[in-house]
């Protein structure tokens, strides 16, 4: 059984390798901001972690820097792929997006979807959506930046209610892509592992 297990991980690694495809889930890192159409930008930070993971459609952001003096959370993560996505923002606070506690957005080919839940002071459940260009470096980083999805002429898609609602959010992320000779090190680590799982097993 453990041979069997060492030869399909090593499968799925080639797999993975081949494809580009980043492993699930990984960190990532970059900033955030909140803009105003007239004003430009609000504030925000350069600190934002967290992590995507593409397998279970998920993502995560945090920051240790507070938004105009007052920290944020972040929860429930979705991740979208390319099509025409209708989402319930769950009637929690003012829909200043359509009216009818629904968004409506496109992600494109070579574009990531996400929307997650922020709160910030007493205010729970503020919805922001993002959609994301995707780069990738090969073998650097995959890059996430924010485009302007509404056609509002701010990054994001509007931020749809709570007392932020009409203003742009944008999440630049940025995560890990590993080298080839990393693959290339994981697979003779499971080569070994493979060899001594054969050698008990005689």
Do not use: C
């Not at 429930?76 to 409506?104: E, F, I, R």
Request: aromatic share 10%; glycine share 16%; net charge negative.
């Amino acid at each position: 059984m453990k041979l069997a297990f060492t030869r399909f991980a090593a499968a799925a690694i080639l797999a993975t390798a081949s494809t580009g495809a980043l492993a699930s889930p990984v960190a990532w890192n970059g900033s955030f901001a909140v803009y105003d159409l007239n004003l430009g930008t609000i504030d925000g930070s350069n600190d934002v972690t967290g992590y995507i993971d593409m397998a279970a459609g998920t993502w995560s952001i945090a920051s240790t820097t507070p938004f105009m003096g007052i920290l944020w959370t972040a929860s429930g993560g979705t991740l979208y792929g390319p099509g025409t996505y209708t989402v319930s923002v769950n009637g929690d606070g003012l829909d200043a997006h359509s009216g009818d506690g629904n968004v409506t957005f496109t992600v494109g080919a070579g574009q990531l979807g996400g929307n997650i839940d922020v709160s910030w002071n007493l205010n729970n459940g503020i919805d922001v959506f993002q959609v994301w260009d995707v780069t990738t470096i090969p073998g650097v980083e995959t890059l996430y930046t924010p485009v302007d999805a509404d056609g509002d002429g701010l990054p994001g898609i509007t931020i749809i209610d709570g007392p932020f609602a009409g203003l742009g959010a944008g999440f630049n992320m940025a995560a890990p892509v590993p080298e080839a000779s990393t693959y290339a090190m994981l697979l003779a680590g499971l080569g070994l592992v493979g060899g001594m799982a054969a050698r008990r097993r005689t």
